[in-house]
């Protein structure tokens, strides 16, 4: 495999404070018409619209949420979805800084095409997928996240196993830190030893302050941003903290997303002054999510189960996939109706 080489790629000032501060990043799902497998583009720009009325900080577009099968050539909806998106944001003409990722999935050649389609629609980072590669050794990886670091500032991406993705070693996360153009790292591993390997990584890395931490542990959110994370490294402690989340699981919901992350930093501020609520708040959370993400059939209807809450909102009219088989598990919207009876009442329908 050719190894490209490598210039840096920077964000702009506003947007890389922004990213450094932590913010809400929703995983932004696809809305399709009506009976279709087309993108539905005034109810997906609605969609966008919402996050950006909730007090999101961005919005990860083609990502697992949107469904990875929007770069089949059947569908082909990448390009679409990423521009509809792009213009829906660029349209509002947002006075503060809103940060736009895209997904970014595939082989080295792929990956690099869809980096070069992000940025001709606007899009600040890419989020990097190393799932769907198994062919591809560590060092094959690494060469590919140097590829695409070459055209778009680069958000890495640690995708759990039940959902395409693979477990990575502590060595390849070093090796990730220490490459340029590497900005930003979703860990949602869903699992606390992998998620220490790339906390620890990234603290040992000589870049350590270039990266923020953004927890994508759907089943450990509230915890993951109350965390410091410490290391002992050449006789000093060294600390990172998740300083915001991009994750499915706020897509829904969003303004209560925005509100619990405030929380949290106020949390901290204040020496933890009430942690005690807000570890009990993250337990309300985890429940929910565990209905919504279809957790008891190993995430089955997870992509359903956020449309499901969507359209209890009024955002979307149906749950629909582009795969039939992607629908609600038998019993999934029993749960549904619990979590929303005990959390979120008004969403009851």
């Not at 990213?19 to 993108?39: F, M, N, T, Y």
């Not at 009430?274 to 209807?301: P, Q, R, S, W, Y």
Request: glycine content about 8%; aromatic content about 8%.
């Amino acid at each position: 495999m050719e190894t490209t080489k490598h210039t840096p790629t920077a964000l702009p000032e506003g947007i890389k404070a922004l990213l450094h501060r932590g913010v809400v990043i929703p995983a932004h799902p696809l809305v399709l018409q009506p009976g279709k497998k087309s993108i539905d583009e005034e109810a997906q720009k609605a969609l966008t619209r919402y996050y950006v009325n909730s007090g999101a900080g961005g919005v990860a577009v083609g990502v697992h949420t949107t469904q990875f099968e929007i770069r089949d050539k059947t569908f082909s909806l990448f390009e679409p979805v990423l521009k509809t998106v792009a213009e829906a944001i660029d349209e509002l003409a947002l006075p503060a800084p809103f940060i736009k990722i895209a997904g970014i999935c595939g082989d080295t050649r792929q990956a690099v095409s869809e980096a070069e389609t992000a940025l001709k629609y606007g899009y600040h980072m890419g989020l990097l997928s190393m799932g769907g590669l198994s062919g591809y050794s560590e060092e094959q990886l690494l060469d590919r996240v140097r590829a695409v670091a070459a055209v778009i500032p680069v958000f890495g991406f640690y995708l759990q196993p039940a959902v395409g993705g693979r477990i990575l070693s502590y060595d390849f996360w070093r090796q990730f830190a220490e490459i340029p153009g590497v900005l930003a790292i979703k860990i949602a591993a869903f699992n606390r030893y992998h998620t220490i390997d790339v906390v620890k990584a990234v603290c040992h890395s000589s870049r350590r302050d270039e990266i923020a931490l953004y927890t994508g542990n759907d089943d450990n959110i509230i915890p993951d941003l109350l965390t410091p994370y410490r290391f002992t490294i050449d006789g000093a402690v060294v600390e990172k903290v998740f300083v915001g989340g991009l994750l499915g699981h706020w897509a829904f919901c969003t303004e209560h997303a925005v509100q619990v992350l405030k929380e949290v930093k106020q949390c901290v501020d204040s020496g933890y002054k009430g942690v005690e609520n807000l570890l009990a708040k993250g337990i309300e959370v985890t429940d929910t999510n565990a209905a919504v993400f279809d957790v008891a059939n190993n995430f089955h209807g997870c992509i359903a189960g956020i449309h499901e809450m969507l359209r209890r909102e009024g955002l979307m009219t149906n749950t629909a996939c582009l795969l039939e088989k992607e629908v609600l598990s038998p019993g999934q919207l029993k749960k549904i109706d619990d979590i929303c009876t005990r959390y979120f009442p008004l969403l009851m329908s």
